[in-house]
């Protein structure tokens, strides 16, 4: 089974959620640097673990049974809200918005704080690599040709620093159910990370993909 | 500038940071999962995000400068403490704990919950590839040889389903300031992704690399 789960909501109904959830997750996500750069003393924080308790617990008097998943409508519009790098109301997603190019092209300007870190005040060398195979999915899913991840090749040309950053990635090959997507990852200097994947069309879509349904690319990425 | 902060700190202060920003910043993963995870009705979600806003507030009285960073006591111990895969204080980390061999290997048996995920149900590749790196370059520290990111190469064998997973990684060749690292992370049934990766030593790090400074392997990662 896919997963993939079809829910449609009346326009007003989506826009009741994003203006919801969107400033929940992101409070969450400030929260989550405040944690890790807090310089309070033992007692304040002590507080805030209690009052942090006490918040999850109320949240945790229902909910969804396992993860968000990914969401669709009749329209063939997708809510990933808790994917890992764009996700809505995933606090872990810093999270990244893209534009998006039916020529199967995807851009994202971003900023990575202090939770994205590896090696002192540089991004990690993983957390490039995440961020690059989301963006080469988006552009394959941009040019109609969206798939699972079977192979992805990083390579590092300078240390990438935390702030301000762009990704771009685009469709460099297209074989069958397989597409080779391109991408890299830089500051105002020019890429710090460059990045090569082979995406494949899942045999469960490949039906859906082989009647040309390219009107709902986001729907199995 | 390689950034890494010498700080010493008693054996006592160590345990107590460890017993004060442990469990906080669990506290903080336990929140994101609910704020992914939560069903209650909107009141509560804007109440909720209210107090979280106060708590952040609190936090943010006093902070550190930027971000953690890496930090090394005389003994050659680090903290790595803000990092995005293992970081104690970082409630975006999972975290992984790698038990370290000194022929070059590390492992970690570890969760992932909701917040990691990709296709429904399934860990996002990019988490892999961000896990994976992690764990390449903690065996390559292990076997006093650690280094910077200069390559990664993901092979994705089948879909990593979220919970209880382990990555295994090793050194696989060594040449001058380049060790070449490879990797798996797997479930029960076996291996899912493969990495093999290219880390070099930092040209700031040589010096110490060269004198076989290998009782401190930690201390540039």
């Known amino acids: 089974m896919h997963g993939y789960q079809h829910e449609d ?48 617990a109320r949240l945790r008097a229902s909910t969804m049974e396992g993860s968000y998943g ?38 994202s300007d971003f900023t990575l704080g202090a939770a994205y ?41 300078r240390p990438t620093r935390m702030g301000r950053l762009r990704c771009e990635a685009w469709i460099a090959d297209r074989d069958g159910y397989k597409t080779v997507a391109r991408g890299t990852i830089g500051d105002a200097d020019g890429a710090t990370v460059e990045a090569e994947g082979i995406f494949i069309v899942p045999k469960w879509a490949r039906g859906l993909f082989d009647a040309r349904n390219t009107d709902r690319p986001d729907r199995f990425e």
């Open 70 to 107: 990914v969401r669709y409508s009749s329209d063939g519009t997708t809510r990933p809200w808790g994917n890992a790098v764009v996700g809505l109301r995933n606090p872990v997603a810093p999270p990244l918005a893209f534009d998006r190019h039916p020529e199967g092209r995807a851009t």
């Open 117 to 157: 870190e590896g090696p002192p005040g540089l991004v990690h060398g993983g957390v490039s690599a995440l961020i690059l195979d989301q963006a080469l999915g988006e552009a394959c899913g941009a040019g109609g040709r969206p798939g699972m991840t079977g192979g992805l090749t990083l390579t590092y040309r």
């Open 9 to 56: 909501l009346p326009a007003d109904e989506l826009a009741r959620q994003e203006d919801l959830y969107g400033p929940f997750t992101q409070s969450v996500r400030e929260l989550v640097d405040a944690t890790l750069r807090t310089t309070v003393d033992e007692e304040e924080v002590r507080r805030a673990q209690a009052e942090i308790e006490a918040v999850t």
